[in-house]
């Protein structure tokens, strides 16, 4: 079985800070990982994938995303935060040999406050 | 170009009532999934087609639920005997390929926001 567990229901962090978004998950063979972003009243939004080589991944809208493998977590960054990133972030596995669906943490509420 | 859509974006039903939910995909993409979103949750896996071959149906809750993908593009999630708790958002995804690195990532439309009555 997969697991994905977001520990924080919310972040709040002040406009030009670095934020970062945790996430650690489960599974029993090699992982793709992948963050989505959902404004409200909208649909999820694909923001980054890892796949293979690189930990670090770069994404949409300036976020990007490192695969510890030891620590089995993607942590979702961004150096400077916006008052328009606010929004609620969903981190998603996918074990790589056990078929395409995949399982979301609860998700984390990004608050950017000017 | 065009991404994921569905249809109706809100439905309110009675219990007891039959729904169909459609969702018509990225056009070329291979792969089709239905989750459910309650409020405040991650989105939860349904089912899944490649072409029109249902390849993994262990999400559904119960028998009142089914899917269909008949000539491998739309498909419609179907709920009979409606009841309160299948209640949620009903969200569709599609991606390029089955598998693989890239083009495995899953688009998703805008939501069906079903209320059982």
């Known amino acids: 079985a997969q697991s994905v567990a977001q520990p924080e229901d919310q972040v709040n962090v002040a406009e030009g800070n670095p934020l970062t978004v945790k996430c650690t998950y489960s599974?029993?063979?090699?992982?793709?990982l992948f963050w989505y972003v959902q404004y409200p009243n909208r649909g999820l939004q694909f923001l980054l994938k890892y796949i293979t080589g690189d930990n670090l991944v770069k994404g949409s809208y300036g976020f990007e995303a490192e695969f510890n493998k030891s620590q089995t977590s993607f942590h979702l960054k961004k150096p400077s935060a916006l008052v328009s990133d606010s929004a609620l972030y969903f981190c998603?596995?996918?074990?790589?040999?056990?078929?395409?669906?995949?399982?979301f943490g609860g998700g984390t509420r990004l608050m950017v406050k000017p | 170009g065009a991404g994921v859509s569905q249809s109706p974006r809100y439905k309110v039903t009675k219990r007891g009532q039959d729904v169909a939910l459609r969702c018509d995909p990225i056009s070329g993409h291979v792969s089709l999934y239905w989750y459910r979103q309650a409020l405040g949750q991650g989105p939860e896996f349904l089912t899944y087609f490649n072409y029109e071959a249902q390849q993994d149906k262990s999400g559904l809750p119960n028998d009142r639920f089914s899917a269909e993908r008949p000539e491998g593009s739309i498909s419609t999630l179907t709920i009979q005997r409606t009841e309160q708790r299948d209640s949620a958002m009903y969200r569709c995804a599609s991606s390029l390929r089955t598998s693989g690195g890239a083009g495995n990532e899953q688009f998703f439309g805008p939501g069906t926001r079903l209320t059982v009555l």
């Open positions: 998603a596995v996918r074990d790589r040999n056990a078929g395409n669906m995949l399982t």
């Open positions: 599974v029993s063979g090699n992982p793709y």
